[in-house]
Nanobody, 119 residues
């Protein structure tokens, strides 16, 4: 239900911008965020943002990554600067929301977009 894009291959120190939009109409979306999973590792939280714009970042990306949100479009963006080789991973978009009025809130995931950073 979420479509992530913007991944690619870059050199260390360069930047990328990821985007995530719903692929179907949603009744309500609350918290949205980005997770990543490197080969052989568990999926980890990178950052998330509430509807009010409150954000939280993993220590490893603080000061380098910036999440932003467009509530009108239910979309989020991840500006990744000063990329490092250890940022290499598949990045997944996540949202907590409902598809229709009265439904229970649940998590939605995108298929992921690959970010490869070469040193």
């Amino acid at each position: 239900q979420l479509q992530a894009s913007g991944g690619g291959s870059v050199q260390a120190g360069e930047s990328l911008r990821l985007s995530c939009v719903p692929s179907k109409r949603m009744f309500y979306i609350g918290r949205m965020g980005w997770y990543r999973q490197a080969p052989g590792n568990q999926r980890e939280l990178v950052t998330h943002i509430t509807r009010r714009g409150n954000t939280n970042y993993a220590d490893s990306v603080k000061g380098r990554f910036t999440i932003s949100r467009d509530n009108a479009e239910n979309s989020i963006y991840l500006q990744m600067d000063s990329l490092k080789s250890e940022d290499t991973a598949v990045y997944y978009c996540n949202a907590a929301g409902t598809e229709y009025y009265g439904a229970s809130e649940r998590d939605y995931w995108g298929k992921g977009t690959l970010v490869t950073v070469s040193s």
